[in-house]
């Protein structure tokens, strides 16, 4: 069956290391992916795309990986802050731009 | 950037009513929108898509005479929950995509249903 799952609900970490997410699939060939921050009570904002052809991107502190053999998204903050913490949510689309599927969400939490 | 937004941010409505929700896309002409259900602590839903011009595909399991779509506009899709029961309760957002496949999000609408 298909699937899309995060790593875990809910993620702690100290102000200034760096913070992995991780998102995994089954049973989707999505041509790309992308991450989102949301804050309780808000719809979603896009950080980052990444297709299926590209490995690596970054944008500031942000970076994300695709790998599409282990169908997996790796998603990092370097240098965490409080302002970070939100819920960081994983999403697969098709080609046409069409949302596959959106994963639960990881409730990340920078701690001072 | 894109920006796209919702009203009524939140609404409490009784039993049996109907509840007529706005997505506006304010910068930019959106031919498709997207309509998400979001459940506490669960993943964004899609419900349906939204075509300007067309009907609404709708996922499955989605009753379309319960959740009318009309997206009369480039720039205006409604989401009308018809006879709102409580478990209709929910957190309601829309989207829109761009050419650089990009999704904006709404700030997303809470109804409550007593």
């Known amino acids: 069956s298909q699937k899309i799952e995060q790593n875990s609900e809910a993620l702690n970490i100290q102000e200034g290391k760096t913070a992995t997410l991780t998102c995994n699939y089954t049973?989707?060939?999505?041509?790309?992916l992308q991450w989102y921050r949301q804050d309780p009570g808000r719809g979603p904002v896009f950080l980052l795309l990444?297709?299926?052809?590209?490995k690596e991107k970054r944008k500031e502190r942000l970076k994300v990986t695709f790998d599409t053999t282990l169908k997996q998204s790796l998603f990092h903050i370097t240098a965490s802050q409080p302002a970070d913490s939100a819920t960081y949510l994983c999403?697969?689309?098709?080609?046409?731009?069409?949302?596959?599927?959106f994963g639960k969400g990881t409730r990340l939490s920078v701690i001072a | 950037g894109a920006v796209v937004s919702q009203h009524p941010s939140w609404v409490i409505c009784k039993s049996g009513t109907s509840v007529k929700i706005e997505c506006r896309s304010l910068?930019?002409?959106?031919?498709?929108m997207f309509w998400y259900r979001q459940f506490p602590k669960q993943s964004l839903m899609l419900m349906a898509t939204?075509?300007?011009?067309?009907?609404?595909?709708?996922e499955q399991g989605v009753e379309k005479d319960k959740f009318l779509i009309n997206h009369a506009s480039l720039t205006l899709s409604t989401l009308t929950v018809t006879s709102a029961h409580p478990e209709d309760s929910s957190f309601y957002i829309c989207?829109?995509?761009?050419?650089?496949?990009?999704?904006?999000f709404g700030p997303g609408t809470r109804l409550l249903v007593l």
């Open positions: 989207s829109a995509g761009t050419s650089k496949k990009t999704q904006y």
């Open positions: 990444i297709r299926e052809n590209e």
């Open positions: 910068d930019f002409q959106a031919t498709t």
């Open positions: 939204s075509n300007e011009g067309s009907k609404a595909t709708y």
């Open positions: 049973n989707y060939s999505p041509a790309y």
């Open positions: 999403a697969l689309f098709n080609s046409g731009n069409t949302p596959l599927v």
